[in-house]
């Protein structure tokens, strides 16, 4: 099998939970498309020994977009934070709304390793050790930075929501 | 639980994701272009060709309707230009036709200047026109032309050392379009004497470059926009060691052209990048010599596996003017020397030297 026809049989069957997982990453469709494309062309360029073998290609694509994202992310700042201030707290629906959105921005906060650990863990369900492999580091480290992803998503939470712990008393 | 509503949440914005459909190549497609021969590798969907007729076709609208743009003919090499050509920007470019070679186009040959040897002359141009053919889709902005301010001899450092294509050699690119896949760029660049070059930029990841006889797989459109949107020359941000970047003119005739000052080893699949200075000139020698003395073939983005064990390697090779020279290298894969355009057999011969460079302080 030729290599062209290795990863467009790859976009095919995976292309879309691969945009989704670049979605996750970057909150941003065109960004994510971009993420998904770069990943593709880097793996294209450096194509060495994954014919034949579907799931090392896709491993390899995996690790490309995770790659692409560190290194594309890195310096990029960070939302103010009175941005994160803004919220709705009327009625249980919009609390919860409120509260989804805030997490979701809350997201964009965090520093790119410790948001990659996170959407590889909690979207993609991934093991630890899968993690580690995709970014590079030691299982430690990724539990690490899950643990420092969480305690900043439930502060950045708890900071801009108030009423809601009041509201659980 | 935050574990679970970061799951709830995530769940939640998983419909916003773009429609990984408009990824995929129609098999179609792939076997058709196979079969023709042509050289990239993985091939544009459907979706990229129909978006860059689409945008052809609307091309003259749109610089008809944006201001301060101009509209005459650009000259063609019949017309006598002035002291200084003022190149005018196209009002669109042609839609290519079927059947054709997907050669870059231009409106008119170089002009009084050598575009054979290179993509533009190394002197510094008097004027440099950006014509820009943005895709309404597109997130690259809007359409129109802008006449560079500035400083002009850093467009002729980042195109006049691009490399040519190589006969029979394969381009890389992949099935997934992009939003500014049907985007396109022309430079115009005059000297003094009325001697001028255009330079096609399209920013179809998998189409190249050309002035009209000097045609490159290499991708410039990221410099046309960059100063298009500045309306000046922009320093690009330099390749770095994990990326094979522009390449190099001469690398097309030899692994490692020239006389490099300093090169950079780094392991691409992780770990550390190596010294930017030799630890030992005599490694560095070694190095040279022994990537240039295998013979060289064009280059073609295949493998045959030579082992179970693959590592990646990328060797950059630093001049004291123009870019640099990036080698991939790569144990457990014939060819397993790659530098863009050229390949070379195995990497037995190199990855000791390599192992030296790593380790050294």
Same mark, same amino acid.
């Given at each position: 099998m030729q290599v062209d026809e290795e990863l467009s049989s790859l976009v095919r069957d995976r292309g879309q939970h691969l945009v989704r997982v670049a979605y996750q990453l970057t909150h941003d469709r065109s960004t994510a498309e971009d993420l998904v494309q770069e990943a593709l062309f880097q793996v294209c360029r450096s194509w060495r020994t994954r014919r034949g073998q579907p799931d090392r290609l896709e491993a390899y694509v995996r690790r490309a977009m995770m790659n692409v994202y560190l290194k594309r992310q890195r310096g990029k700042p960070l939302l103010p934070d009175a941005e994160l201030a803004e919220q709705s707290t009327d009625g249980a629906f919009d609390k919860h709304l409120a509260d989804r959105d805030e997490i979701w921005r809350s997201l964009e906060q965090l520093p790119m390793r410790q948001r990659a650990v996170l959407v590889l863990r909690f979207y993609e369900d991934l093991p630890d050790s899968e993690i580690a492999r995709l970014l590079s580091c030691r299982q430690s480290?990724?539990?690490?930075?899950?643990?420092?992803?969480?305690?900043?998503?439930? +502060?950045?939470?708890?900071?801009?929501?108030?009423?809601?712990?009041?509201?659980?008393? | 639980m935050i574990e679970q509503q970061?799951?709830?949440?995530?769940?939640?914005?998983?419909?916003?994701?773009?429609?990984?459909?408009? =990824?995929?190549?129609?098999?179609? $497609?792939?076997?058709?272009? $196979?079969?023709?021969?042509?050289?990239?590798?993985?091939?544009? /969907?459907?979706?990229?060709?129909?978006?860059?007729?689409?945008?052809?076709?609307?091309?003259?609208?749109?610089?008809?309707?944006?201001? &301060?743009? /101009?509209?005459?003919?650009? @000259?063609?090499?019949?017309?006598?230009?002035?002291?200084v050509a003022a190149l005018a920007c196209p009002s669109a470019l042609p839609r290519p036709k079927a059947g054709s070679p997907d050669l870059p186009w231009v409106p008119a040959k170089p002009h009084n200047v050598d575009g054979t040897s290179r993509m533009?002359?190394?002197?510094?141009? *008097?004027?440099?026109?950006?014509?820009?053919?943005?895709?309404?889709?597109?997130?690259?902005?809007?359409?129109? !032309?802008?006449?560079?301010?500035?400083? =002009?001899?850093?467009?002729?450092?980042?195109?006049?050392?691009?490399? @040519?294509?190589?006969?029979? !050699?394969?381009?890389?690119?992949?099935?997934?379009?992009?939003? +500014?896949? &049907?985007?396109?760029?022309?430079?115009?660049?005059?000297? @003094?004497?009325?001697?001028?070059?255009?330079?096609?930029?399209? $920013?179809?990841?998998?189409?190249?470059s050309g002035n009209g006889v000097f045609n490159s797989p290499a991708h410039l459109s990221g410099f046309a926009k960059r100063w298009y949107q500045a309306g000046h020359w922009v320093a690009g941000t330099a390749p770095t060691c994990r990326s094979l970047g522009a390449g190099r003119l001469g690398q097309q005739k030899q692994m490692v052209p020239g006389s490099p000052v300093s090169v950079t080893a780094c392991n691409v699949d992780g770990g550390k990048t190596g010294p930017t200075r030799p630890a030992s000139a005599t490694v560095v020698r070694q190095?040279?010599?022994?990537?240039?003395?295998?013979? *060289?073939?064009?280059?073609?983005?295949?493998?045959?596996?030579?082992? *179970?064990?693959?590592?990646?390697?990328?060797?950059?090779?630093?001049?004291?003017?123009?870019? @640099?020279? %990036?080698?991939?290298? %790569? !144990?457990?894969?014939?060819?397993?020397?790659?530098?863009?355009?050229?390949?070379a057999g195995g990497a037995s011969a190199i990855l000791p030297l390599i192992n030296t460079l790593l380790r050294a302080p």
């Open positions: 480290t990724v539990r690490s930075l899950a643990a420092r992803g969480l305690t900043a998503l439930r +502060t950045h939470v708890g900071y801009v929501i108030p009423l809601s712990k009041e509201g659980q008393r | 970061l799951r709830d949440v995530m769940t939640a914005h998983d419909a916003e994701a773009p429609d990984g459909s408009r =990824l995929v190549v129609p098999p179609r $497609a792939t076997a058709a272009r $196979a079969r023709r021969g042509q050289l990239a590798v993985v091939l544009v /969907s459907a979706a990229v060709i129909a978006l860059v007729i689409a945008t052809f076709s609307v091309h003259s609208q749109l610089f008809n309707r944006s201001t &301060g743009t /101009s509209l005459t003919p650009a @000259p063609t090499s019949a017309s006598k230009p002035p002291t533009v002359p190394l002197e510094r141009p *008097s004027r440099v026109v950006v014509c820009a053919y943005i895709d309404p889709r597109s997130p690259a902005g809007r359409s129109g !032309s802008a006449v560079l301010s500035g400083d =002009l001899q850093g467009v002729a450092d980042d195109l006049a050392w691009t490399p @040519p294509a190589v006969a029979g !050699s394969g381009q890389a690119c992949t099935a997934v379009a992009l939003p +500014t896949d &049907g985007d396109g760029y022309l430079i115009g660049l005059s000297y @003094p004497g009325g001697g001028f070059v255009w330079v096609s930029a399209s $920013a179809n990841h998998c189409s190249g190095l040279i010599a022994a990537l240039n003395a295998s013979p *060289s073939t064009p280059w073609q983005p295949t493998c045959q596996p030579t082992g *179970s064990t693959f590592r990646d390697y990328n060797l950059q090779f630093a001049y004291s003017q123009g870019p @640099p020279v %990036t080698i991939s290298v %790569t !144990s457990g894969c014939t060819p397993g020397v790659v530098n863009g355009s050229l390949q």
